[in-house]
């Protein structure tokens, strides 16, 4: 069973910046980003192969947020930049060992339980 535990979601002002940490248990094949807004299912928001370092972004946060990893670690970051409103939400980790479209919810076996960012105006 992966454990993964997600830190350094808080509150920003727009234009301003957080980066959040996800530490997994164990390596993992693909870690991901989804974030959930109030009312609304979780969105695939990027995604990260361990292997190769390969990434996925939603077309809103490219150029904004940027997926990293430290395998040494079993770490990944996700550093987000320009931060909007619309950012606001539950950020969880995601990973999953094997294939599936990244930005499927339906993908990934393992979650964490979610780190919160809130975006005010």
């Known amino acids: 069973q992966v454990q993964l535990v997600e830190s350094g979601g808080g509150s920003v002002q727009a234009g301003g910046s957080l980066r959040l940490s996800c530490v997994a248990s164990?390596?993992?094949?693909?870690m991901a980003w989804f974030r959930q807004r109030s009312g609304e299912g979780r969105e695939g928001v990027a995604a990260i192969y361990t292997l190769g370092g390969m990434t996925d972004y939603i077309d809103s946060v490219k150029g904004r947020f940027t997926i990293s990893r430290d395998n040494d670690k079993n770490t990944i970051y996700l550093q987000m930049n320009s931060l909007k409103p619309e950012d606001t939400g539950m950020y969880y980790c995601?990973?999953?060992?094997?294939?599936?479209?990244?930005?499927?919810?339906?993908?990934?076996?393992?979650w964490g339980q979610g780190t919160p960012v809130t975006v005010s105006s």
């Open positions: 995601a990973a999953d060992s094997g294939g599936g479209d990244w930005n499927e919810e339906r993908t990934y076996y393992y």
């Open positions: 164990e390596y993992i094949y693909r």
